[in-house]
């Protein structure tokens, strides 16, 4: 039996020997890992309040190297007021065997003796004796000042964005073309809309909604031009009429995104009484027009019909009741001509606003 003994001692020496190299191979990576996620360990120990910590985790805490400190040193100098409460409130719930004794918080560290202000976050999971009891809370604790500076530029950026979004006049809407396919018809859902979307539009409720949901009456055009901005990518000006909301709209829309959101930008505005009294002024000057014409021919007849009276006169060769009847053609034709001219100011007045209607 002895040299069998000796061979399985060796070879029980060889395995120890094989496991212990390759624990300090697991140990050696894991301190990679955490050197390079810049995690700090520590444990806390309940029954003395103690914190055992490497030195990325004293660093993290804005302390100088070799410090050691505890629960209530922490709550007290090193985490900052305002978010004391809060890292206490997880410690409690977490010993409480709260989500199964997880512990997890993010709060400002250092600011203090030259020590850099720090966003950190711990993570960490409470250890129960056999009688349930909290005994330990052990974890890590990372830096992440840069995520939450770079959240507050873009909270920020947003809260600007959405300030400027809403105090414009003009109707703004972020639009998704929807259908299109056979059989499918084109639609576009409101994905958001600004405060003065309504005021323009007269659509309530919009964001979430498709055009035809709120306007079944909506005229194609107005689809067919924004699915085409959502395939093209081409930005377009364009001034149209929505009978079916019974608007006119000055309109630029252009592509946001890439062309599989099929997500288009729309920024209007309502130009319906612009163009109505555009229109108007057209109604009027083709009238003042026309009426100009008749005047005119009403004077060339009168013209031609004076020289024709003013002939037979002078050679004495008009009868007298023919006089009698030129006297008369010539009264009458001198009142269509005064009622053109009153006519004529009448819209003169009209197109000025100096026109006044008194109701009898």
Not at 262 to 291: G, H, M, N, P, W
Request: aromatic residues 6%; charged residues 30%; negative net charge.
């Amino acid at each position: 039996d002895g040299p069998q003994a000796q061979a399985a001692a060796e070879a029980e020496r060889q395995r120890m020997t094989q496991l212990a190299a390759r624990l300090r191979a697991s140990e050696e990576n894991q301190r990679r890992v955490l050197d390079a996620s810049g995690a700090g360990l520590w444990e806390l120990h309940f029954a003395s309040g103690s914190i055992a910590a490497d030195e990325r985790m004293v660093e993290l805490m804005g302390l100088p190297p070799g410090s050691s400190f505890t629960l209530a040193s922490s709550l007290t100098g090193h985490v900052l007021p305002a978010d004391r409460e809060r890292v206490g409130v997880a410690v409690r719930a977490a010993m409480a065997g709260e989500n199964d004794g997880h512990y997890f918080v993010e709060f400002r560290t250092g600011g203090h003796g030259g020590a850099p202000l720090r966003w950190v976050e711990s993570r960490a999971r409470v250890t129960f004796d056999a009688r349930g009891q909290a005994t330990h809370l052990g974890g890590a604790m990372i830096d992440i000042t840069a995520r939450r500076v770079a959240e507050e530029a873009q909270r920020t950026s947003d809260e600007r964005y959405r300030t400027l979004f809403n105090s414009i006049d003009e109707g703004f809407c972020l639009i998704e073309v929807l259908g299109g396919a056979p059989g499918q018809p084109l639609d576009y859902r409101f994905l958001e809309v600004n405060h003065a979307f309504e005021q323009q539009t007269g659509l309530e409720d919009a964001e979430g909604r498709t055009m035809r949901e709120l306007n079944p009456r909506h005229e194609e055009h107005w689809f067919e031009i924004y699915a085409r901005v959502a395939a093209t990518g081409e930005a377009v000006r364009f001034v149209n009429e929505a009978s079916a909301l019974g608007r006119w709209f000055d309109v630029h829309a252009s592509r946001l995104g890439s062309v599989e959101k099929r997500q288009v930008a729309v920024l209007f505005k309502d130009i319906t009484a612009q163009q109505l009294a555009a229109q108007e002024r057209e109604r009027l000057l083709a009238r003042e027009s026309e009426a100009r014409r008749e005047a005119e021919e009403a004077n060339r007849l009168k013209d031609e019909f004076l020289a024709t009276v003013s002939h037979e006169l002078r050679t004495g060769a008009l009868p007298a009741d023919h006089r009698r009847t030129a006297l008369e053609t010539i009264e009458r034709n001198a009142r269509a001509q005064a009622q053109l001219v009153e006519d004529l100011l009448d819209m003169s007045r009209i197109l000025s606003g100096r026109l006044r209607l008194e109701l009898e």
